[in-house]
T-cell receptor
Framework: AQSVTQLDSHVSVSEGTPVLLRCNYSSSYSPSLFWYVQHPNKGLQLLLKYTSAATLVKGINGFEAEFKKSETSFHLTKPSAHMSDAAEYFCVVSDAGGYNKLIFGAGTRLAVHP | ETGVTQTPRHLVMGMTNKKSLKCEQHLGHNAMYWYKQSAKKPLELMFVYNFKEQTENNSVPSRFSPECPNSSHLFLHLHTLQPEDSALYLC???????????????FGAGTRLSVL
């Protein structure tokens, strides 16, 4: 069975400092992994995806994530936070075989302070 | 703008009302989804339609009734709801429900539902 755990429900950073949002997954198959972002009163927007190609994945708005199979992790990073990055971030896993149901993490709320 | 439009954006209804949520996608996709997003809970998948056929009903109470008349439109009909049904209801679409990248989902902005 697949599952995803976002290790922090809230993360607070200062503008211009690095961002790290942690995600661990469990999957019986070769997983596909995603990060989605949700700004207030908006739907979810796809940030980036890992689909068994390069393990370091670059997404929109300067975000990237690294797939580490040995650690079953897919942490999201950004070198320098911007005020507009304040949002909720969801780590998502989908198995590669059969019907691809997406399993969402509980979300991490990122606050960015001036 | 993701190409998935949900209306209305906000809805307040009493427990005896009947209302419908609408979702429309302009992406040429064949799969559509309803999710429920409640405070402090993970996103919950409710229903999946692939090529207009319902392929998943995630043990959703019968007071929620989906309808998919064509691949571009998805409705969620609501009747005799409970206050605990208050949540953000999100619609998503994907090319289909097969392997990545065809199953990557694109979301609408949601309908914020309040049941009094």
């Amino acid at each position: 069975a697949q599952s995803v755990t976002q290790l922090d429900s809230h993360v607070s950073v200062s503008e211009g400092t690095p961002v790290l949002l942690r995600c661990n997954y469990s999957s019986s198959y070769s997983p596909s992994l995603f990060w989605y972002v949700q700004h207030p009163n908006k739907g979810l927007q796809l940030l980036l995806k890992y689909t068994s190609a390069a393990t370091l994945v670059k997404g929109i708005n300067g975000f990237e994530a690294e797939f580490k199979k040995s650690e079953t992790s897919f942490h999201l990073t950004k070198p320098s936070a911007h005020m507009s990055d304040a949002a909720e971030y969801f780590c998502v896993v989908s198995d590669a075989g059969g019907y691809n149901k997406l399993i969402f993490g509980a979300g991490t709320r990122l606050a960015v302070h001036p | 703008e993701t190409g998935v439009t949900q209306t209305p954006r906000h809805l307040v209804m009493g427990m005896t009302n009947k209302k419908s949520l609408k979702c429309e996608q302009h992406l040429g996709h064949n799969a559509m989804y309803w999710y429920k997003q409640s405070a402090k809970k993970p996103l919950e998948l409710m229903f999946v339609y692939n090529f207009k056929e319902q392929t998943e009903n995630n043990s959703v109470p019968s007071r929620f009734s989906p309808e998919c008349p064509n691949s571009s439109h998805l409705f969620l009909h609501l009747h005799t709801l409970q206050p605990e049904d208050s949540a953000l209801y999100l619609c998503a679409s994907s090319q289909d429900t097969s392997v990545v990248p065809k199953n990557i989902q694109y979301f609408g902005a949601g309908t914020r539902l309040s049941v009094l």
